[in-house]
Each structure stands twice: as structure tokens, then as C-alpha cells.
T-cell receptor, first 113, second 112 residues
Framework: KAGVTQTPRYLIKTRGQQVTLSCSPISGHRSVSWYQQTPGQGLQFLFEYFSETQRNKGNFPGRFSGRQFSNSRSEMNVSTLELGDSALYLC????????????FGQGTRLTVV | TQLLEQSPQFLSIQEGENLTVYCNSSSVFSSLQWYRQEPGEGPVLLVTVVTGGEVKKLKRLTFQFGDARKDSSLHITAAQPGDTGLYLCAGGSNTNAGKSTFGDGTTLTVKP
């Protein structure tokens, strides 16, 4: 069974631009969570989606947003990019809410220049 | 806010040595996961522990969940270069389903 797929793997954007990242969870998994990983801050929770609804949100500014589609695929968007947004963005899928056993994708490495 | 502290932050050992990594919190977690991450890749789930005092073994890796479900340890016996990576613990809470709190990780280097 295929794992979590994130696209693209690498992305370079200019400050002020916006970006959309995609995540396809494991087949049958309905919960998708997003994390930002940086050397200084570690893994920081962005948000969680279940049944097309945002169920949980971390402490990130409104420039970070996301959505989930009926097939459980999820996208996250970052607008007005800042240099500090450079990070590895990770998507994790779980079978259901409350099951915190999550399976991660390979991540999208975003570099803002 | 639930926090998880991992120690040590960095560990460099020779092949064949044993090591223990700790994950501590003042909060109670309903479950705790350990992941291993290699550079440029996503974390890979190693184990989930849910019962206080639980011990799980995965080949040369032994995971223990504290009796009070506030802390956990990962012990590796006879480390190998293939064990090199970033080890992360993550705690889950029934009151905040869908959100895991991650420790800052332990970077392990096993030299041949």
C-alpha cells in the first residue's frame, strides 16, 4: 500500500510570493496533519484536517492555511512568504482522529530567497 | 502547553556500544511514539506505547513508557552505523486528538 505522498519535494520561492503544497495520505486514512520542521524550532504543529474540516490549529500566523478534499487529500498554502518560512514541511496521515500514530511523507523542502 | 524534553541532544558513539535516549515531560500523555528521521526525509514511526510501564522491543531497540505516562526511554543495544539518525519522541493526548507534541530530537551518530 502506498505511503504518504507529498509534492513537490523541493521548492524555491521569492519573498512575498505564495506557495501551495500537496499531500496525499495513505489510502483509507482520513486525518491529515501538517508540521513545519526547522533546525532551530524542531517539529511544530501547523494544523490537522479530518473530514474536510480543520480540527486543530497550531500557533502560526494567518498566512498559513490549508484545506482537505473529499478524497482526504490535503493542501497547505503560505501567502506573502518570508525568509523565515524556509523549512521542511511535513504531512502526516492517520487512520482516524485520536489515533496519534501518524505516518509521515518525505516532506517538501521550501526555500525562500 | 504540553512540552517534551529529549536528552541528550547529540550523541556520538562507536559501533557496538549501548545507549539510552530520554523523553521527559511534566504532562501526562495518552500515548507516546518514537520516530527515526534521516536527513531530507520524513520521520518513520518506530513504536507506539500507550500503557504506563509498558515495554516494547524492536530487535535491538527497547522502548519503555513511564508508569505515570509522563516520560519514555529508548535503549539501543550494540548500536550499528545504520542506527544513525534523528530520534524523535511525540506525545498524544485524548483531549487534543489529532495533534502530537514533538520533542526536539536526539541526533545519534554511530561510527564504524
Amino acid at each position: 500500500k502506498a505511503g504518504v505522498t507529498q509534492t513537490p519535494r523541493y521548492l524555491i520561492k521569492t519573498r512575498g510570493q505564495q506557495v501551495t503544497l500537496s499531500c496525499s495520505p495513505i489510502s483509507g486514512h482520513r486525518s491529515v496533519s501538517w508540521y513545519q520542521q526547522t533546525p532551530g524550532q524542531g517539529l511544530q504543529f501547523l494544523f490537522e484536517y479530518f473530514s474536510e474540516t480543520q480540527r486543530n490549529k497550531g500557533n502560526f500566523p494567518g498566512r498559513f492555511s490549508g484545506r482537505q478534499f473529499s478524497n482526504s487529500r490535503s493542501e497547505m498554502n503560505v501567502s506573502t512568504l518570508e525568509l523565515g518560512d524556509s523549512a521542511l514541511y511535513l504531512c502526516a496521515s492517520s487512520l482516524a482522529r485520536g489515533l496519534t500514530e501518524a505516518f509521515f511523507g518525505q516532506g517538501t523542502r521550501l526555500t525562500v530567497v | 502547553t504540553q512540552l517534551l524534553e529529549q536528552s541528550p541532544q547529540f550523541l556520538s558513539i562507536q559501533e557496538g556500544e549501548n545507549l539510552t535516549v530520554y523523553c521527559n515531560s511534566s504532562s501526562v500523555f495518552s500515548s507516546l511514539q518514537w520516530y527515526r528521521q534521516e536527513p531530507g526525509e520524513g520521520p518513520v514511526l518506530l513504536v507506539t506505547v500507550v500503557t504506563g510501564g509498558e515495554v516494547k522491543k524492536l530487535k535491538r531497540l527497547t522502548f519503555q513508557f513511564g508508569d505515570a505516562r509522563k516520560d519514555s526511554s529508548l535503549h539501543i543495544t550494540a548500536a550499528q552505523p545504520g542506527d544513525t539518525g534523528l530520534y524523535l519522541c511525540a506525545g498524544g493526548s485524548n483531549t487534543n486528538a489529532g495533534k502530537s507534541t514533538f520533542g526536539d530530537g536526539t541526533t545519534l551518530t554511530v561510527k564504524p
